[in-house]
Each structure stands twice: as C-alpha cells, then as structure tokens.
C-alpha cells in the first residue's frame, strides 16, 4: 500500500539520516540532497534499503533524482516496482517495528 | 564576460613562476623557524607531480641538507613510483630512505579486511585478482556519484559490480591504512629529525576533500594548497622537476589495479577541472567556463553541483576534533 511504503521510507530516513530526530524530517516533496540529509553515500544506503527491505531489484540507471531525490519519488519509484513485480508489499517489516530493523543489527554487531 | 574585451580561459591560471617559487620557499623557511621552531622538513615522495614539487620548493627554501624524504612502497605499488622517487631524491640531493611499509599492512591486516569486504560482493576474489573503486561521475549518472568494484580475473577478463554500502565502506576503510601508515612513518622520522612534515595537496584536491584524514591530510605544513594543479605543473617546469615525472598520468597507486584520479574521484582531467573550479570560485559564467573548457553549459553545471556536493561530502575532513564551546561561568 502505497501509505505504507511512505511511512517506511520516512521510518528509515528518521533512524539512518536523523539520528532518530523526527522534527528534521522534511515534507514528502523536498529535496533530500539539497537539505543535506542524503549525500552519494547515503544514496547507497538507501539504494541497500530499497532493495534488501521491498525485495526489488534497482539498476544502476534508475539510480537519478527523477526516482530518488524526495521522499514523494521514492515512495512512487517504489510502489511502481512492486506493482511490476504483481505485488503490494514486499518483505515484512522488521520485528523491532523499525523500518530500519536489518540496518540497525547489523550496525550493532561486532566485526568478527 | 571577466573584463571588458577579455574571455575566460586558461591564461586565468597562468603564474609568474619565478616570483610564485620564491614566495613559497620565503613562507617556508619563516613557518619552519618562527611557527613551527622545527629544523627541517620530511616529505614522502610518490614519484607524482605533486610530492615532487613540494620537495623541490623545501630544498629551495632551507637547503637540500635540511629536507628528508621518504620512499614508501607496499606490494601493490606500482614500480614506477620507487624509480621516480629515487631519481628525484637524485636530482634534487636529498637524503632519505625507502621504508617498505608491506609487512606493517600485513600486520595491520589491510589488504586481508579489504579482501574480506571484497569477497562479500564477489566470493571468488583471492591470489591472482586485482581491483580498484571507481566512480560514476557527475557527467554520466546524472546527478549522484555511485562507486562501484571493478576486479581484473586471473582470466585478466574484467568485472564491474555496484557495492553494499558498508562493502564500499568496508574497502576504502581497509585502504586509508595505507596512507595512514605512510603518514605514521613521516612523523616518526619528523620526530627524529625535529622537523616539521610537508602535505602535498593541490588546491583543488584540498577544495574536494581528495586526501585521508589522518593519512596524506596531515601535515604541518601545505605548500601548495593554494595552487591549481595546472600552476603546480607551471612550478614544475620551473624547478626543473624531470620530464617523466611531469608526463606521468596522475595516478592514486593506492588499488591492485592502476586508477586514475578521473576513475576514482574527479569527474574530469585536472585542466578541465582547474578551470571549472576557479570558474565557480570567481563567478564566472558557466557559458564562458563552457567555452573555455569544451564542455556544454549543462555539463558545467553538473561538474559545479558535484564540487558543491564533494565540499559538503569532505567538510570533516578539514575539521579538529570538535570541542564544547567555553560554558559561560
């Protein structure tokens, strides 16, 4: 549901850009990059997120800003490649309840 | 238009190299005697354009006698380095010595934690692979700069995979021990010596963040952060720094795998580069950066907003550790 996919991208942005902080989190149609939130490497994070989170596949020419400068484009970037792919959601949220559940351990664990 | 009846173009970057050189070699020798109270100067030596002006510009502002220089290979340098190093410690009459700084990666455990994040995008990787980290520019993507692997096969056929974030990361982390190392060793002889360590940066790498913290970005002093790349080859030429070393493509001789700084970083050659930088650094219309530089209106703008985007990207590079302001009893 497309409400869904808003509300999780915006659950990511908040844990892996914010630093949890909710009162910096832009409107849906304001530019990530211009507000400093997402830089090239954050684009790879999001990229990581898009893909291991909604289980759909992102090729390097769909990595623009026509599909990943707002929260607005990533949410329709997103619902049209579930669509494509026949289905409404992808993978279920992670237990924690946070979007960014998977990110988080994984930040968590110790390098072996 | 930059003056009346005047376009702009690379003439914008031309030097009074004689004047430039001693003007450098003055700030040197006052920066090492009042400022730093330290006797003389280390540098190391990459066998590029920029190591060697910086040590020709110490040798002319205290005396070749007072400036050590370092050669530092590791098994994945190219030979080509060492040579040149040597030729211009040669020339230039320097003392030094070569510190083989493999066994201390090895120690550290650089290059098996970056194959360990390599082997994470391909499992194959090991003895006989080669790879290097290389950029999509801001000419191509569009907008954002995404790295990717590219590994040469013991089949020498060639593969280019887009990376996990914490791969890329993971690589380049694993990578900067090199440098780090490299600077480690600077201060050791530094401290020696008590003399003060030179940082080789141009103006435009300095701008971009192109440097490690901590590795080539320390220093304590930067002779020529202040310097286009293209003026720091107009000081070559007038230093006499050897022909081949002024040919050399510029290279990072940090990757298994050769790497351009273009592949790995800038989104142009230097020329290209300087221009557009001194363009955006002076307002000069993107039209005439455009004509000047061969590239279209739009294509500038793109170059602009990824130097924007490096400046952001880099700002920590440039920052001390940052402290609680002074509370207010």
């Known amino acids: ?112 | 238009m930059t003056g009346i009846g005047k376009r702009f173009c690379e003439k914008a970057l031309r030097l009074n190299a004689t004047a430039e050189v001693e003007r450098i070699a003055r700030w040197l020798r006052t920066e090492l005697r009042q400022v730093l109270r330290k006797r003389g100067f280390v540098i190391g030596l990459s066998g590029g354009i920029d190591s060697s002006v910086c040590a020709a510009l110490a040798a002319r502002a205290v005396g070749p006698e007072r400036v050590f220089c370092l050669l530092m290979p590791e098994r994945e340098s190219d030979p080509e380095s060492l040579h040149l190093g040597k030729c211009l410690a040669g020339a230039l009459g320097l003392d030094g010595a070569i510190e083989d700084i493999s066994p201390t990666l090895e120690a550290m455990g650089c290059y098996e934690r970056r194959d360990a994040f390599i082997r994470q995008a391909v499992p194959d990787y090991g003895e006989g692979w080669a790879s290097k980290i290389v950029i999509n520019t801001a000419l191509t993507t569009r907008a954002y700069n995404i790295s990717s692997l590219v590994v040469r096969r013991p089949d020498r056929t060639i593969q280019k995979h887009r990376l996990a974030p914490h791969v890329y990361l993971g690589i380049v982390a694993a990578t900067n021990m090199k440098q780090r190392t490299r600077k480690q060793l600077e201060y050791y002889h530094a401290d020696r010596l008590n003399y003060a360590v030179i940082g080789t940066q141009n103006r435009l790498e300095h701008d971009q963040g192109f440097f490690v913290k901590n590795g080539d970005g320390a220093a304590d002093v930067k002779p020529i952060a202040h310097l286009y790349k293209s003026q720091v080859y107009q000081l070559a030429n007038h230093l006499g720094i050897p022909r081949r070393i002024c040919c050399r493509t510029p290279t990072t001789d940090t990757y298994s795998l050769s790497q351009t700084h273009e592949e790995f970083f800038f989104a142009l050659p230097y020329r290209e580069m300087d221009l557009c930088l001194y363009g955006l650094e002076h307002d000069i219309p993107a039209g005439e950066v455009a004509a000047a530089t061969g590239l279209s209106e739009r294509q500038v703008g793109l170059v602009w907003r990824d130097m924007v985007a490096k400046r952001k990207a880099g700002n920590y590079l440039h920052q001390p550790a940052r402290m609680i302001p002074q509370a207010g009893y």
């Open chain 1, 1 to 112: 549901m497309p409400n869904s996919v808003n509300t999780e991208i915006r659950s990511f942005i908040v844990e892996t850009f914010l630093l949890g902080d909710h009162s910096q989190l832009p409107d849906d149609d304001v530019s990530l990059t211009d507000r400093d939130i997402v830089d090239s490497a954050g684009i790879l994070e999001l990229v990581s997120f898009l893909e291991e989170h909604f289980d759909i596949p992102v090729a390097d020419p769909e990595i623009v800003p026509e599909n990943f400068d707002t929260i607005a484009r990533l949410a329709a970037f997103i619902t049209g490649k579930l669509a494509q792919q026949g289905c409404s959601r992808g993978k279920a949220p992670a237990a924690s309840g946070r979007t960014g559940g998977n990110h988080a351990a994984k930040k968590a664990s110790w390098v072996p």
